[in-house]
């Protein structure tokens, strides 16, 4: 079924929710009801609890309303007409009332009783819903228009596809993204945890920091290898920074602002201005160019406290931050340079990409030539190099065009983490310099870039990705050694010392425990290697090794092992 006419479907299956609900409770209103990408909701004021315990019989009274046959008709009133079909209903009153005067409506009426306010288009009849696979899915909260300052209506979702096969693999795709939810796991493994004390801003347990500095000394590397310098620029910058750069007029909801003195400052939410300020430091000649200058730079951002989600959507977090300063010709390379960086960055973790270049907003600064000649040196820097991308209209930032990059994960769902953002007009705002061949002041290019995006929520992503089972490279803990009696105790106590010289990350379980619960509770917390060691491996110098990926693997020698487990980490090998 094309999108256009799943769509169709799953407003037309709103409208037959919404009816159903109106049968089965008093006094309802509702407000609207649209399709989204594996279904559809609708939003309700009505003073009864919508509960699960209510899902199965909405979902008989939709099929019953749908066995009826009943008609979708679209009928075209005034403004007028259509306040007074409405007038019981604030919601629709008001949606009506914000239309022009002289704006013909249209309405839906499903059956001889029921209409909607809607713009369509629908079904012809109910019953060609018949086939139609749906299933309530949950109810939650929903500010009317998003505002917190608005009631709060119930907000039923309803999962909706073309066939029960497709529903069933659907819902069985919800399973395994639970099983894998980074917030589970986080508390789980002890990877972190948000306090009510800070919503939205999340604290490392060690092992958690673990896998962040991990990442960073990746990034490191890599950003060294690939001619990158990095810097570091206050937290907090004065107010009248941030209106020269823009961000004031277009991004000051967002911001923390505080005043020292008679000064007022704002907690950066993004580092370029800081980076700005870097290059302006010094005079630059063209010599210098391209200029690669990183950042792991803490930012924070207001998000709506409903936003918030784990480590995806968090009020502070770190930024991988680099700004490239170029000359013209130039641009086609460093692009190249910078996917080549991402091709490289995610191979590490099994993820492939697809491209999008996002185009100039309606909320931008700069004039259109200067937008329209960026996203042309975009289009041809992915041209030259032979990469597919597709358009996404509009959705450049205010200062730039930009190429997103979206990771798919293990379970085929996709993440927009990287982006590079070509900027003619920061550059200009800030007075940037360079003195070219001729001896002439010209202004230089200059690309934003990220390649996590957001450390935190890129530690979300591959939590995920691998169910929280990390490769070795990346583990918090590499391995875990299991004895057997306390008897073998010394014996262990040197096999740990040897691999931790060898600078492996190793745990020793010595509890009083039977074994098999000692290999359970590792099997739990994704430990790749296990090492089991009872009297027979103390008396023959070796181990027995148990794999997360491969389980038992028998009795082996300990050099042999950790020249095996030292190739598997330094290459970052995915299991």
């Known amino acids: 079924m094309a999108e256009n006419k799943l769509n169709m479907y799953r407003h037309s299956c709103s409208h037959v929710l919404a009816k159903a609900v109106d049968k089965l409770f008093k006094d309802v209103k509702n407000t609207i009801g649209p399709a989204i990408n594996d279904g559809f909701y609708y939003d309700f004021d009505l003073k009864e609890t919508i509960t699960p315990d209510d899902f199965k019989k909405i979902e008989k009274e939709m099929k019953r309303i749908i066995s009826l046959d009943e008609k979708f008709e679209r009928k075209v009133v005034s403004k007028s007409q259509a306040l007074d079909i409405f007038k019981d209903n604030p919601y ?31 079904v012809e009849s109910s019953k060609q819903l018949k086939n139609f696979a749906f299933k309530v899915n949950r109810v939650s909260g929903a500010y009317w228009h998003g505002d917190e300052k608005n009631k709060m209506l119930q907000r039923v979702y309803v999962f909706g596809f073309e066939s029960q ?73 004065d107010k009248s920074l941030w209106e020269l750069s823009g961000h004031w007029d277009h991004y000051k909801k967002n911001m923390y602002t505080f005043a020292v003195e008679d000064t007022e400052f704002a907690i950066k939410p993004m580092n370029c201005p800081g980076g700005m300020l870097y290059y302006k430091e010094n005079l630059h000649s063209y010599k210098e160019f391209p200029l690669r200058v990183g950042e792991l730079g803490k930012v924070h951002r207001h998000e709506a406290s409903g936003t918030l989600h784990g480590l995806f959507r968090v009020r502070s977090f770190t930024q991988d931050d680099a700004h490239i300063f170029m000359l013209p010709e130039q641009i086609e390379s460093e692009v190249s340079n910078v996917l080549k960086l991402v091709d490289k960055m995610y191979s590490a973790f099994g993820l492939t990409y697809h491209l999008e270049i996002s185009t100039m907003p309606d909320d931008h600064i700069g004039d259109e030539k200067t937008w329209r000649d960026a996203e042309t040196a975009l289009k041809n820097a992915l041209n030259k190099i032979g990469k597919d991308y597709i358009i996404n209209e509009g959705d450049g930032a205010f200062y730039g065009p930009k190429i997103d990059i979206h990771i798919k994960d293990a379970i085929g769902r996709t993440w927009q983490c990287g982006t590079i953002q070509l900027d003619m007009n920061l550059p200009k705002r800030f007075g940037l310099e360079y003195t070219d061949s001729d001896g002439s002041k010209k202004e230089p290019v200059m690309i934003h870039r990220v390649i996590y995006g957001s450390i935190d929520r890129f530690i979300g992503i591959i939590t995920e990705n691998f169910a929280g089972a990390f490769p070795l490279w990346l583990a918090p803990v590499q391995v875990k050694i299991l004895n057997i009696n306390d008897a073998v105790l010394p014996y262990a106590r040197e096999v740990q010392s040897k691999l931790e010289q060898c600078g492996f990350r190793v745990e020793l379980d010595d509890r009083n425990e039977k074994v098999g619960k000692k290999i359970r509770e590792a099997q739990l917390n994704k430990i790749p290697y296990m090492l089991v060691l009872g009297e027979k491996e103390m008396q023959e110098k070796n181990i027995c090794v148990r794999s997360r990926a491969q389980g038992d693997l028998g009795s082996q ?11 598997e980490r330094d290459s970052k090998k995915i299991m």
């Open 165 to 237: 096969n497709e529903l069933d693999e659907h819902i069985k795709f919800l399973e395994e993204a639970k099983k894998r939810d980074h917030r589970r796991l986080g508390k789980d493994l002890g990877l972190f945890f948000i306090s009510d004390y800070a919503q939205g801003m999340p604290f490392y347990m060690p092992k958690g920091l673990i896998v962040k500095n991990l990442l960073i000394d990746f990034w490191r590397e890599e950003h060294k290898k690939a001619g990158y310098i990095e810097i570091e620029t206050p937290i907090a910058l």
């Open 557 to 567: 020698d300990l050099d042999s092992f950790i020249l095996a487990l030292k190739e």
């Open 92 to 122: 629709k009153v008001e949606l009506i009332e914000n239309l022009p005067e002289d704006e013909q409506i249209s309405i839906y009426t499903l059956g001889d009783d029921w209409c909607d306010l809607c713009r369509g288009p629908h």
